[in-house]
């Protein structure tokens, strides 16, 4: 009952975000920026946490969203719902490809492969000017209306894309709760305790590390093509391997074993970047304290230890 | 040709950079169990020290000095920040924490020296070219080839023939053995990151003669070497210096006949070792699998 009311709660405080976020010292865009990369995040947490492989190259599959929406609005199709559906399909789809390369290993292996292959993708949009403006980003596209039969709804305040964001991370997430409910969220679980626990019950776990890849990819590209469409540009920073890591602590930060952690961690790195570059030119340095602190002294992340302590009460 | 050979050359010796740098990670990674991607950084540093040094010490006590204070670091690094994390079994933390450190190294760098690129300075003895034809075979690339050579022969003779050496043979292989036997383990831990940081700094002095200092130096290089490690097989240093070399020289071809793929044919060659030999060229079987 109480876990009834708290949720209720919490999708009512997103729903009313764009009234309450400037009374705080927020913006509209801000708010679709935390759900945009908690939802990334939470993706990323399939594979991290869920299923123990450390990904440490979820910006590939970002970018590759981000860039997959921008070029259709730009080149193909002015629709958004096409956009969104092509940028998450391409990230998807490379994910996809890559998984059976890194199925099969594990820790530190899994992680410098990771790493090493979404920084072809990057190097590819950062060469490949002519279709992805190179170095200086793709701009020159801009999220169109949508239609519903005879009826029009634009997307061009911040506050009306804002609620398209927030419907796109619910039925994600919804998704990603069923798919952790469902046996093959407690066989990902099953092989992140112990993989050949798990083979000696004869589960073929390659194909289920393989699975978790794949749908990773798959959400964290739909964030980025919705990040592409909320800043209507994107750049290979969006690929970059710093991206990569900034996903990752934001998954440590706030709880890997938890389903609503990567989300709480997204809000505090995001909410942190933006303060900390509007205050200091230092604010990387910043960051990378902030990366060393949580490590030294969070390591379970801020859900992990209320958990705890809810226990030993 | 003489394009074809100019560009290979220049691979080479990027390939070179990339061997060293492999060294240092696959040292750190195999006995330390860590990823280090502040492996960027402590080049950074030595770089950047050798350059503020050289006015004092000159060229020569500075190629020593910079590496020397890459190591210093290094070991201080570690005491303070990787050892803690050793009881996690989890390669995560390790991970993260070094990312943090690359991002407060290269960010300091810029404070410190400024966002520019700096000019590193080196003797005219080296600098002059041997040969009017082929005029990018200065002396100083043949030098930056010739001190890899030394400085990695001089780490094989340790591992293969040095009491330490053998310690830390055989602690990649099982530590928990080692230890048993009465050896120090946290010490021969600590030494082996020193050691790995100091091939960095020597990469970062050698590679600012070439290619100037600049504060992202070092991050543009890790990526490559990680590559390096991939492909030439981890857990073989021998394979690390191979994928270097590997890797540089194909990048450089690469440059004379489609310019725009130089780095992502690096990635390609990767993924082509890793669907036809994942444990790469040299590398041991069953191991990180």
């Given at each position: 009952?109480?876990r ?7 999708w ?8 309450w976020?400037?009374?705080v010292g927020g913006?509209?865009a801000l708010?679709?920026k935390?759900l ?11 594979v991290?946490?869920?299923?123990g ?8 599959y970002f970018?590759?969203g981000a860039?997959g929406a ?8 002015p629709?958004?719902p ?19 390369l890194?199925?099969r ?6 992680a ?7 920084q ?5 949009a ?16 801009e ?7 005879t009826?029009?709804?634009s ?7 804002y ?5 796109c ?6 998704l ?17 305790e ?5 083979q000696?019950?004869?589960l ?22 919705l ?8 750049s ?8 990569s ?28 970047q ?8 230092n604010?990387m340095?910043?960051i ?8 030294l002294?969070f ?7 209320v ?7 | 040709?003489?394009l ?10 990027q ?10 990670l696959?040292?750190?990674?195999s ?11 402590f080049?950074v540093?030595g770089?950047?020290?050798?350059y503020?040094?050289a006015?004092?010490?000159g ?9 020397l ?7 201080v ?9 050793y ?5 995560l933390?390790?991970?993260?924490i ?9 960010d300091?760098?810029r404070t410190?020296?400024?966002a ?7 003797p005219d003895v ?7 034809t082929?005029?990018f ?14 400085a990695?022969?001089?780490?094989f ?5 040095t ?7 055989a ?8 230890a ?6 946290y ?8 050691l ?7 990469a970062?002095?050698l590679?600012a003669g070439?290619?100037g200092?600049t504060p992202?130096m ?7 070497s990680?590559?390096?490690i991939?492909?030439g097989g ?7 210096v ?5 890797i ?11 310019p725009?793929?130089?780095?992502a ?5 990767m993924l ?6 994942p444990?790469g ?6 191991l990180?699998?």
């Open positions: 009952m109480r009834v009311a708290l949720l209720i709660a919490f009512v405080v997103l729903l009313a975000a764009p009234w976020l400037p009374l913006y509209t708010g679709s935390i945009i990369y908690g939802l990334a995040a939470m993706g990323l947490n399939l991290l946490g869920y299923t492989g450390l990904s440490f190259g979820q910006a590939a970018g590759l860039y921008g070029m259709t609005l730009k080149y193909l199709v629709s958004t096409l956009a969104i559906l092509v940028g998450t399909l391409v990230g998807g789809a490379a994910a996809t490809l890559v998984g059976p890194l199925m290993r594990r820790g530190i292996y899994f410098m492969i990771t790493i090493a292959i979404g072809l993708f990057y190097f590819v950062v060469r490949w000017n002519v279709a992805t403006g190179g170095e200086d980003g793709l701009a020159g596209f999220r169109q209306p949508l239609h519903f039969g009826h029009t709804v997307l061009h305040e911040t506050t009306a894309y609620y398209l964001v927030l419907a991370f619910t039925a994600a997430v919804a990603m709760w069923w798919l952790l409910k469902s046996p093959l969220g407690h066989t990902w679980v099953a092989i992140r112990s993989q050949r626990r798990a000696f019950l004869g073929k776990t390659d194909r289920y590390v393989w699975a978790s890849f794949a749908i990773a990819g798959f959400v964290t590209a739909l964030a980025g093509a990040n592409a469409l909320l800043f209507n540009f994107t290979p920073e969006d690929l970059h391997w710093i991206l890591g900034n996903f990752v602590i934001m998954v440590v930060l706030g709880g890997m074993r938890n389903f609503w952690g990567p989300l709480l961690g997204a809000t505090l790195f995001i909410v942190a933006d303060y900390l570059s509007s205050v200091t030119d604010w340095t910043c990378g304290l902030l990366f060393i602190m949580i490590v002294l390591p379970k992340g801020l859900l992990g230890m958990a705890r302590r809810a226990r030993a009460a | 040709m003489e074809l050979l100019f560009n290979a050359f220049n691979g080479l010796i390939g070179v950079f990339y061997a060293l740098m492999a060294l240092g696959a040292l750190i990674l006995l330390n169990s860590a990823i280090n991607m502040a492996h960027g950084g080049l540093v770089a950047y020290l050798a503020t040094l006015p004092y010490l060229f020569w006590g500075a190629l020593v000095a910079g590496p204070c890459a190591m210093m670091l290094g070991l690094v570690e005491r303070l920040l990787i050892r803690p994390l009881k996690r079994q989890d390669p933390y390790t991970l993260l070094t990312f943090g450190l690359a991002l407060v190294i290269e300091l760098t410190f020296w400024g520019q690129g700096l000019p590193f300075a080196i080296l600098n002059s070219p041997l040969s009017s082929y005029f075979l200065t002396g100083y690339r043949l030098f930056v080839v010739a001190i890899t050579i030394v990695s022969a001089a780490l003779l340790m591992l293969r023939y009491r330490l050496g053998v310690r830390i043979r602690g990649t292989r099982d530590l928990e053995t080692v048993a036997l009465g050896v120090n383990i010490l021969l831990r600590l030494l082996n990151f020193g790995g940081c100091m091939f960095a700094g020597l970062g002095v590679a070439i290619l200092l992202s070092g991050s543009s290089l890790l990526m490559p990680f590559v390096a991939i492909v981890v857990g073989s240093l021998w394979g690390s191979l994928g270097g070399l590997i540089g020289l194909a990048a450089g071809i690469t440059t004379t006949y489609y725009a793929a130089s780095e044919v690096i990635y390609l060659i082509i070792v890793l669907v036809v030999r444990r060229l040299l590398g041991q079987e069953g990180f699998e």
